[in-house]
């Protein structure tokens, strides 16, 4: 079992940026680590994956201006959010799975989940 611990949302003005943590408490350390977000009219959608080697995926939306990543010597993961815009306000999710190969941008490939941090954009 694998618990993740969200933390770093906020609310900023436009155009401003915001770095959210995620930090595997419990279980083993995983091989695949995403985030995602969701609002009411979108439901839920992806942001960015990161693999153990550094191999790393990119929803369109947010390519070069979203960057994830991993301090293995912390055991934690980020996204580095820059020049925000109002459409980025979501809740967000860090996500992770201990199986995968890939890490496709695909929510139901990963099998533990996050609380959710919050992300308001204005």
């Known amino acids: 079992h694998v618990q993740l611990v969200e933390s770093g949302g906020g609310s900023v003005q436009t155009g401003g940026s915001l770095r959210l943590s995620c930090v595997p408490v419990?279980?083993?350390?995983?091989?695949?680590m995403g985030w995602f977000r969701q609002t009411p009219g979108k439901g839920r959608e992806a942001v960015a994956s990161i693999r153990s080697d550094g191999m790393t995926r990119y929803s369109p939306s947010v390519k070069g201006r979203f960057t994830i990543s991993e301090d293995k010597s912390e055991r934690s993961f980020a996204l580095q959010m820059n020049s925000l815009q109002p459409e980025v306000t979501a809740l967000y999710y860090c996500?992770?799975?201990?199986?995968?190969?890939?890490?496709?941008?695909?929510?139901?490939?990963?099998?533990?989940w996050g609380q959710g941090t919050q992300v308001t954009v204005s």
């Open positions: 996500a992770a799975d201990l199986g995968g190969r890939d890490c496709y941008l695909t929510a139901y490939l990963y099998n533990h």
């Open positions: 419990k279980g083993d350390f995983p091989f695949c």
